[in-house]
């Protein structure tokens, strides 16, 4: 990634850890955020405000644009102002087009609940209005004339993601009838695709529009917590179903096809690092 310029919008957790591999293979990158004191001091600092019409610094002219804004709450306004018009400040700002937009989306876009399986040309049908408002932040991004991808992440766990943990160490599991599948990606293969995609459309390989990044092992969040429960050597004493999106299984053959190999291929090895890593 030598003589590589690179914006990241939206810098937060795998904003900043994508700038850091960057960084460490030569490219120059800057992060935008609102809070640039917690940015690594290898990524260099662009205070603004992704969800206010005039928040945003002067942006640097960048060969890469990655769009990776995470909104605070689910709120739909909060979603559009961040995921809508922050993308569309971003690049109406942008001094002129970057060879390649990379924005990372979500799961959220699709509404399937009876165990399907999908995949990029699964319907998006979203039945909430975050859902709603992801996908046209999709829309935007492959409508705006610029080469884009939209890498659609599940369930994002690993370091500073504990809220299922917390849920096992409180005595909580879900149900295992009705049975509800769940699909998660490390933080650490989300970084390594957004790296990988970009060293691929660095090299001239074309770029997919859509591409769904998840684990090989889609699994009834039942089975998941009752295997960190023994992990970790807590009592089961309450039953409770866990509040998420419908039931799918999500298949990533697009993403496996791109030569990316995973680091995390299921819970089981994502969970037991970061369980090794509290030790």
């Known amino acids: 990634m030598q003589n590589t310029r690179v914006l990241i919008a939206g810098c937060g957790d795998v904003g900043s850890a994508l700038g850091l591999n960057l960084a460490a293979e030569g490219a120059e990158v800057y992060g935008l955020r609102r809070t640039i004191n917690q940015l690594p001091g290898a990524i260099q600092p662009l205070a603004g405000d992704l969800s206010s019409a005039d928040g945003l610094p002067d942006l640097p002219a960048c060969d890469y644009l990655v769009y990776s804004a995470a909104a605070k709450s689910r709120d739909p306004e909060v979603y559009r102002s961040v995921y809508v018009d922050g ?148 009592q089961i004493n309450e039953r409770r179903p866990v509040r998420r999106g419908g039931s799918k299984r999500c298949r990533n053959l697009r993403m496996k096809a791109t030569g990316y190999p995973l680091l995390y291929p299921d819970f089981r090895a994502g969970f037991s690092e970061l369980l090794s890593s509290e030790d």
């Open 87 to 234: 993308l569309r400040r971003v690049l109406n700002a942008l001094p002129k087009p970057p060879r390649h937009l990379l924005l990372t989306g979500s799961t959220g876009v699709y509404a399937q609940k009876q165990h399907e399986w999908i995949d990029e040309f699964s319907a998006t049908e979203p039945d909430s209005p975050t859902g709603r408002i992801l996908l046209e932040s999709e829309h935007l991004a492959l409508s705006s004339g610029l080469p884009a991808s939209v890498v659609r992440f599940s369930g994002i766990y690993g370091p500073g993601r504990t809220h299922l943990l917390n849920q096992v160490r409180a005595g909580i599991q879900a149900p295992e009838a009705p049975i509800h599948y769940s699909n998660r990606i490390h933080r650490d293969d989300c970084v390594g695709i957004l790296a990988h995609l970009l060293r691929m459309a660095r090299s001239g390989k074309p770029l997919a529009p859509i591409y769904l990044a998840s684990d090989d092992a889609p699994t009834p969040i039942s089975e998941v917590m009752g295997w960190l429960a023994k992990q970790i050597g807590v």
